[in-house]
Nanobody, 119 residues
Framework: QVQLVESGGGLVQTGGSLRLSCAASRGTFSRYAMGWFRQAPGTAREFVAAISWSGGSTRYADSVKGRFTISRDNAKNTVYLQMASLKPEDTAIYYC????????????WGQGPQVTVSS
């Protein structure tokens, strides 16, 4: 069973940048595809980005394409979400998650750091 712990959330101004990290333990991190999701108050959780176990394939929601970059370091058991050109509508709780592959449901979830973008 994989345990995921995120870090790096906080308050940033519009146009600013943040990097979220998600460290995995108790499991073979390199076997899992990893994803980032977010949930704003009063809305459903939505997909943000995903990366395959090797890092060779990535996917992005249209709303973040060109602004966010997902990456991973299997030696450090960590996945990252670099967020740039942040907008107030990016304000949400961000969750990382692990799945057997990009085509499978996500089985393991982190606790979710808050990201707030002020206008």
């Amino acid at each position: 069973q994989v345990q995921l712990v995120e870090s790096g959330g906080g308050l940033v101004q519009t146009g600013g940048s943040l990097r979220l990290s998600c460290a995995a333990s108790r499991g073979t991190f390199s076997r899992y595809a990893m994803g980032w999701f977010r949930q704003a108050p009063g809305t459903a959780r939505e997909f943000v980005a995903a990366i395959s176990w090797s890092g060779g394939s990535t996917r992005y929601a249209d709303s973040v394409k060109g602004r966010f970059t997902i990456s991973r370091d299997n030696a450090k058991n960590t996945v990252y979400l670099q967020m740039a050109s942040l907008k107030p509508e990016d304000t949400a709780i961000y969750y990382c998650a692990a799945a057997i592959s990009l085509h499978n449901a996500y089985d393991y979830w982190g606790q979710g750091p808050q990201v707030t973008v002020s206008s």
